[in-house]
C-alpha cells in the first residue's frame, strides 16, 4: 500500500510538452506511473509517449478522468497553473518549481485548503511510492536508495533525501512512500498534515523526517506525536546543526527568525515527544533498526 499514489492514480502533466516535462513523463510511465493527459496550451492533439496532450486542464477532464496533476511551470505560472487544475475538480497536486513568490505562495494554500486539495511543494523533487509510481523526478533506477519497504520519508531537503534513505536501506529497509515537502518558505502543505496518512498506511512501520533548520515544522510533527495523532516509532534527522542565527543556509526557507527555528529546539521537541533523532545521517538506518526490533 502507499499514500497519495499508487499505480492506479491517473496523472495529468501541466507543462508536458516542455523538455523537463517530457523527460520525466517517459520516465514516470517506465516506472508504473499512470499519466493519462497531458497540458500545455496551444499544443492540444499532440501526444508525448502517446499520451494525449490539451490546450486547458478543463478540457483534459472533460476528456479523460483524472485524479492528481503534476506541474512543470515556471514559478511566476505556478499559482494560476494550480487554481486551473484546483478548478477542474483535482484534489492532489505536486509543484517541483522553486522561488513561487511568496504572496502567490500563500494564497495558493489558501486556495488548497478551502479545495479540500493536499497540494506538494513548492521546490520539491516530489513523491514517489516505491515500486508503484512517481509524480517528480527521481534516479529510481538507483535500487541502493530506491527500495521498496515499509518506511515512509518526509523530507525538507533533496540533498539530505538520497544520502538517509541509502542509509535506511543499507540497514535492510525499504521505503513505502516518500514525500518530499519542499524547501520555499510557505510549503503548501506540512509535515504535520502527511503524518495522518502514514498512521493509517497498514504498510507503513515507522517514519523517517528529514528536517533542517528555520520554520516550525519539526515542532508541529513533535506536537502531533505529544496528541497521540501519530503513534508509530519516528526518526528523525536535523540538517543546519552549526548555521548561525539569522543566517539562511541553501533553502529559502531554512532561515532562523525571531528567535525560533534552531536545530537545538527543533531536537529537544521531537526528543520530549518520543521520537529518536539522530546526530548522524548513517544512525538513522541503525536507530530505526532499534525501535523496530524492539518491537517484535
Request: charged share 20%; hydrophobic share 45%; glycine share 12%.
Amino acid at each position: 500500500m502507499s499514500i497519495i499514489l499508487d499505480q492506479s492514480t491517473r496523472v495529468l502533466v501541466q507543462g508536458i510538452t516542455g523538455k523537463e516535462g517530457s523527460f520525466w513523463t517517459k520516465h514516470m510511465m517506465d516506472y508504473g506511473t499512470n499519466v493519462v493527459a497531458g497540458v500545455t496550451p496551444g499544443r492540444e492533439g499532440q501526444n508525448v509517449a502517446g499520451v494525449p496532450v490539451f490546450h486547458t486542464v478543463k478540457r483534459a477532464v472533460r476528456n479523460i478522468p483524472v485524479d492528481a496533476s503534476l506541474l512543470f511551470v515556471p514559478p511566476r505560472f505556478a499559482k494560476e497553473a494550480l487554481l486551473e487544475a484546483l478548478e477542474a475538480g483535482i484534489k492532489k497536486v505536486v509543484i517541483l518549481c522553486d522561488g513561487i513568490p511568496l504572496h502567490d505562495a500563500i494564497q495558493m494554500r489558501k486556495a488548497a485548503l478551502n479545495a479540500g486539495a493536499m497540494v506538494i511543494g513548492g521546490n520539491t523533487s516530489g513523491i514517489i511510492s516505491m515500486g508503484q509510481a512517481m509524480m517528480g523526478f527521481f534516479p529510481y533506477w538507483l535500487e541502493r536508495v530506491y527500495r521498496p519497504g515499509r518506511i515512509g520519508i518526509m523530507t525538507r531537503s533533496g540533498s539530505l533525501t538520497n544520502e538517509i534513505t541509502a542509509e535506511v536501506v543499507r540497514t535492510g529497509f525499504g521505503a513505502s512512500s516518500l514525500i518530499g515537502i519542499g524547501g520555499d518558505p510557505v510549503p503548501l502543505t506540512r509535515f504535520a498534515e502527511v503524518l495522518p496518512l502514514f498512521q493509517e498506511d497498514p504498510d507503513t512501520d515507522a517514519v523517517v523526517l528529514i528536517g533542517e533548520l528555520g520554520g516550525t515544522m519539526e515542532e508541529e510533527v513533535a506536537e502531533a506525536i505529544e496528541k497521540k495523532i501519530f503513534t508509530k516509532p519516528l526518526v528523525a534527522f536535523l540538517g543546519g546543526r552549526t548555521a548561525p542565527k539569522g543566517k539562511k543556509m541553501g533553502h529559502a526557507g531554512a532561515i532562523i527568525t525571531a528567535g525560533k527555528g534552531t536545530v537545538k529546539d527543533k531536537i529537544f521537541a521531537l526528543k520530549n515527544a518520543g521520537a529518536l533523532v539522530a546526530e548522524r545521517p548513517r544512525q538513522v538506518g541503525i536507530l530505526l533498526e532499534s525501535v523496530l526490533t524492539s518491537k517484535i
